[in-house]
């Protein structure tokens, strides 16, 4: 648990105000129990004060104040413009305090998940780096054994190279990325492709691989170690908020169950 989280973050999901038996009934009715818990979760998160010296933290997300905060919403919402904005929010019986809470809460959740968490990354990243490590490769899929097996001579022999066999015998898909596949992390390919080009270098050709009934000609292009990105850095930050969101769950899960409540919070 993070030294930076707030102590009565720590154990929100016991302590969070839940709503009468009647409205926890009808949530629960309507299937949008588990989606309010996980709402109000976050909204107890995003409404943390943050100290002083967060705000000065030159890798903060910016807040970019209420008026693009607006303009954001309606992108969002498909409203198009502010006017909109106002007509949808009187619709709704909503308060402009209420409104502002709303349009905010991302960019909220952003700063206080930075603050709290973004220390974890880099240590997150040392322990698991080879999970982000990057491949490109050449992919020809075939559902004939024997012609698989031909094609792989001929590119060992040099007859043809693996963008003209692609054109040749690849389906439209395939054929119109020229067989090419990534750059992808590595641990997001199938499992026995995973192991079997982690064993490749570039520029080498796998033999025929049966992949679940379809047989695949792969040649490794590349190999990418991963790097800590800001797209990476958002990934783990969010891995962070996420655990502690389904430990608070838990909780409120005990507490439901206490009351006999006949609903399941996702966890």
Same mark, same amino acid.
């Given at each position: ?31 949008? @129990? ?6 109000? +979760?976050? *909204?107890?998160?995003? &409404?943390?004060?943050?100290?002083? !010296?967060? #705000? %000065? ?89 024997? @012609? ?6 001929? +590119?060992? *022999?040099?007859?043809? &190279?693996?963008?003209?066999?692609? !054109?040749? #015998? %690849? ?97």
């Amino acid at each position: 648990m993070s030294a930076l989280l707030p102590l009565h973050l720590r154990h929100l999901g016991a302590t969070l105000a839940l709503p009468d038996p009647a409205s926890l009934r009808l949530l629960a009715r309507h299937e949008l @129990l588990s989606s309010w818990c996980q709402r109000r +979760l976050l *909204e107890e998160l995003a &409404s943390a004060e943050l100290p002083p !010296e967060a #705000h %000065a933290d030159p890798s903060m997300p910016a807040d970019d104040g209420p008026e693009a905060q607006l303009l954001a919403y309606c992108r969002r919402s498909g409203l198009d413009n502010v006017e909109d904005l106002e007509e949808w929010r009187r619709a709704r019986g909503l308060s402009l305090e209420e409104l502002e809470q709303l349009v905010s809460f991302d960019t909220r959740l952003a700063r206080v998940s930075h603050w709290i968490w973004s220390q974890e990354v880099p240590g997150l990243f040392l322990q698991r780096r080879g999970e982000f490590d990057q491949v490109v490769l050449t992919m020809l899929r075939l559902h004939d054994p024997d @012609l698989a097996t031909e094609l792989y001579f001929q +590119l060992q *022999e040099g007859e043809y &190279s693996f963008h003209e066999l692609v !054109e040749r #015998h %690849a389906n439209e898909a395939d054929r119109l990325r020229r067989g090419v596949v990534g750059p992808v992390p590595v641990n997001r390919l199938n499992p026995l492709l995973t192991r079997v080009v982690r064993r490749y270098q570039p520029g080498e050709l796998i033999p025929p691989l049966d992949i679940n009934g379809v047989v695949h000609l792969i040649q490794v292009d590349s190999h990418q170690p991963g790097r800590l990105d800001d797209q990476l850095r958002g990934q783990l930050l969010t891995e962070c908020r996420n655990r502690w969101q389904r430990e608070q769950l838990l909780l409120l899960r005990e507490r439901l169950m206490q009351r006999a409540t006949p609903v399941e919070i996702v966890s």
